[in-house]
T-cell receptor
Framework: NAGVTQTPKFRVLKTGQSMTLLCAQD?????MYWYRQDPGMGLRLIHY???????AKGEVPDGYNVSRLKKQNFLLGLESAAPSQTSVYFC????????????FGPGTRLTVT | AQTVTQSQPEMSVQEAETVTLSCTYD???????LFWYKQPPSRQMILVIR??????QNATENRFSVNFQKAAKSFSLKISDSQLGDTAMYFC?????????????FGQGTRLTINP
């Protein structure tokens, strides 16, 4: 039981490049989330999903897209990376409804130059 | 919108001492959850303790306990008999209790250092 895993762990992009971050969970969770963490700040919600095939915007969605084609996977895409997207990205998942605890992945450190 | 404020950017105590981290929040909701997360240098977010707002009793988990003051919108974390492994960033977080997505709102964090 791996819990929540994220791929890759580190990445460096040039401005304007694109990439996809993959989050996978093996706990059969319904809900999945993408957060970003900037220096000196707590995590902020980018996008989330309450089930396969559904996604919604969080607090800071601009510049990102997401997809949840399979229940166990939640992808975060950057179509045209900008230096302001340099951050650590965390994925989380939860059962949803009355079981609300979120389980976090180890994070992906992304640098955009 | 909900906000969470941690007014202590950094704290430092000696091993075995007791330390209290402060957290205040602003919400118009009556049903919600509050959490403390620990983030050690490994970067992994670890849930330390949770509190359900409808419960008056303060939550405890071994050496960790909270002082939940609903009227004052205050949620402090007390670590007793602190250990070197408690060195980490600590984040207070808020979640509305409702159907649908359960979004966490985090404070800015407190960097706690336990000195030998």
């Amino acid at each position: 039981n791996a819990g929540v895993t994220q791929t890759p762990k580190f990445r460096v992009l040039k401005t304007g490049q694109s990439m996809t971050l993959l989050c996978a969970q093996d706990m059969n969770h319904e809900y999945m989330y993408w957060y970003r963490q900037d220096p000196g700040m707590g995590l902020r919600l980018i996008h989330y999903s309450v089930g396969e095939g559904t996604t919604a915007k969080g607090e800071v969605p601009d510049g990102y897209n997401v997809s949840r084609l399979k229940k166990q996977n939640f992808l975060l895409g950057l179509e045209s990376a900008a230096p302001s997207q340099t951050s650590v990205y965390f994925c989380a998942s939860s059962y949803g409804k009355v079981r609300y605890e979120q389980y976090f992945g180890p994070g992906t450190r992304l640098t955009v130059t | 919108a909900q906000t969470v404020t941690q007014s202590q950017p950094e704290m430092s105590v000696q091993e075995a001492e007791t330390v209290t981290l402060s957290c205040t929040y602003d919400t118009s909701e009556s049903n919600y959850y509050l959490f403390w997360y620990k983030q050690p240098p490994s970067r992994q977010m670890i849930l330390v303790i949770r509190q359900e707002a409808y419960k008056q009793q303060n939550a405890t988990e071994n050496r960790f306990s909270v002082n939940f003051q609903k009227a004052a919108k205050s949620f402090s974390l007390k670590i007793s008999d602190s250990q070197l492994g408690d060195t980490a960033m600590y984040f207070c977080a808020f979640m509305k209790r409702r159907e649908g997505a359960q979004k966490l709102v985090f404070g800015q964090g407190t960097r706690l250092t336990i000195n030998p």
